[in-house]
């Protein structure tokens, strides 16, 4: 089993910056790919920015050049910089593993934390 907490959301205005951490327990398979999703009501779950074990990244078009995320294995964490905030990014942020294994994926996620950007 894997655990995920992420933590580092609240309240921002337009412009601003905010870092999120996710801090993962548990075993992880090899070859995973660790990433950051958001969900904004009435909308479905999107993949915004994923990094591979080797530190491989991918962005969604809408936070390229805004949002940076990054891996500290040695403290097993993921984290995710938010710069230059807008209101269209206001969320609930979820911290995501994955692997293959034997042609079969498998999933953790987090419990989310609240993005809002607004003035």
């Known amino acids: 089993q894997v655990q995920l907490v992420e933590s580092g959301g609240g309240l921002v205005q337009p412009g601003g910056s905010l870092r999120l951490s996710c801090a993962a327990s548990g075993r992880m398979s090899s070859n995973y790919i660790m990433g950051w999703y958001r969900q904004a009501p009435g909308k479905e779950r999107e993949l915004v920015a994923s990094?591979?074990?080797?530190?491989?990244?991918q962005y969604a078009r809408s936070v390229t050049g805004r949002f940076a995320i990054s891996r500290d294995s040695a403290k097993n964490t993921l984290n995710l910089q938010l710069n230059n905030l807008k209101p269209e990014d206001t969320a609930v942020y979820y911290c995501?593993?994955?692997?293959?294994?034997?042609?079969?994926?498998?999933?953790?996620w987090g419990q989310g934390t609240q993005v809002t950007v607004s003035s």
């Open positions: 990094i591979t074990d080797d530190g491989n990244t």
């Open positions: 995501n593993v994955f692997w293959w294994a034997n042609f079969r994926r498998t999933d953790y």
